[in-house]
């Protein structure tokens, strides 16, 4: 089966041997137009390596090594003690996806986009994918980020109860610029957020979060914008070249869109202090 989507400013083509099932949110991003700029082959093997020779990267979930002078990436498996049940091999536009057979009847979407590095992906197309609660609020996008529970969700969820905005991903949101402008794209993976659409709106400001008894907020100095902006980005694994155009990318984002340092309560008040600062109101 064949089915194509598009994310941001790219789009994937996937053909696989057998039928994989596709929920929302992957089903909103759907597409049906003519242009690939990825293709995606997914295979099955009978059997999938023991262990890499002359591993060149490990982590907790992957393994790297070298196959025919091709980088792959090698998943292992949570359920039998590390075994690998999948791999990834790149060759410019076209990844190959191989998992291990008894694992066919298993064959989801999320399966698939789990193990295609979308953020390489994002990173070839002059983009970042940044950890953050993404709202929309009078066609422009505003971002809340910073580390795991600092209230992400909690500020996205009071401009939508106080100030009509629209959650258009609570977790995760893909950056890229066209003809000189930002713009923020909905992903089809939100974490343990179900706020998920697959909207492109202009990207407005980036709100650094910090939790506080009251409400401050000021614009971030510029010799620190960067360095908070990328703390909070995926990294691109193992791929120097990858990892160079996202410090580019995140050096242009930090100059040319208006980040700002809020210290706020988890109220109605952090919203109006906000919408005071950007003139939203």
């Known amino acids: 089966m064949i089915r194509k989507y598009k994310i941001g400013n790219f789009t994937i083509e996937i053909k696989s041997q057998v039928d994989f099932q596709d929920v929302e949110p992957y089903s909103l991003f759907l597409y049906d137009g003519e242009q690939i700029d990825y293709s995606v082959n997914v295979e099955f093997a009978s059997e999938m390596p023991k262990e890499i020779e002359n591993p060149c990267y490990i982590s907790q979930d992957k393994v790297y090594g070298y196959e025919n002078n091709v980088l792959c990436c090698y998943y292992k498996s949570r359920d039998t003690d590390g075994e690998f049940y999948a791999c990834r091999m790149v060759d410019g536009k076209n990844i190959t996806i191989v998992i291990d057979n008894k694992y066919r009847d298993m064959l989801w979407t999320r399966v698939i986009f789990s193990l295609i590095g979308i953020e390489r992906l994002v990173a070839e197309n002059n983009g970042c994918v940044l950890h953050s609660s993404f709202i929309e609020k009078n066609g422009g996008a505003i971002l809340f980020t910073g580390p795991c529970s600092i209230g992400k969700s909690t500020q996205a969820n ?74 909070n980005c995926y990294p691109v694994p193992y791929s120097q070249e990858c990892t160079g155009m996202l410090i580019d990318f995140v050096g242009k984002l930090s100059q040319k869109v208006p980040v700002y340092e809020y210290a706020c309560l988890a109220d109605e008040s952090a919203v109006r202090c906000l919408e005071r600062e950007l003139c939203l109101i």
């Open 158 to 231: 009071l401009w939508k109860k106080y100030a009509d905005a629209v959650i258009v991903n609570g977790d995760k949101t893909l950056i890229f610029e066209k003809d000189g402008v930002f713009f923020a794209s909905g992903m089809p993976f939100s974490g343990s957020s179900k706020d998920c659409l697959n909207k492109v709106v202009p990207l407005k400001a980036i709100i650094c979060l910090q939790q506080s008894k009251c409400n401050t907020v000021q614009a971030c100095t510029k010799n620190k914008t960067f360095y908070k902006l990328y703390k």
